[in-house]
């Protein structure tokens, strides 16, 4: 188990924040974690791709589709939407 001292400035945010998705506070944290891990594993992943000459040209092809307009956009959830807790 791993003791984390949150800061007193952060602690009222961490709140409003993990009230909103309807999570604890340290269910929210632990996502937070976990979100931030896998994104540097995502950027450990590319790095290791662009090793690779072939990986490195379909790395840059996509930057330039994305950069061009070609891609398709999802939707994300928008941030005044509340969330029903249970």
Do not use: F, W
């Not at 924040?17 to 995502?42: F, G, N």
């Not at 290791?48 to 000459?53: N, Q, R, T, Y």
């Not at 379909?58 to 029903?84: F, S």
């Amino acid at each position: 188990m791993l003791t984390i001292n949150v800061p007193e400035k952060l602690t009222g945010r961490i709140n409003e924040l993990a009230r909103r998705v309807c999570q604890t506070p340290e269910e929210y944290l632990i996502e937070l974690i976990e979100e931030r891990i896998e994104h540097d594993s995502d950027y450990d992943e590319t790095a290791h791709l662009a090793k690779s000459e072939t990986n490195r040209k379909h790395l840059d092809k996509a930057v330039r589709d994305i950069r061009a307009g070609k891609y398709e956009p999802h939707g994300l959830i928008d941030e005044n939407d509340q969330l029903a807790c249970s």
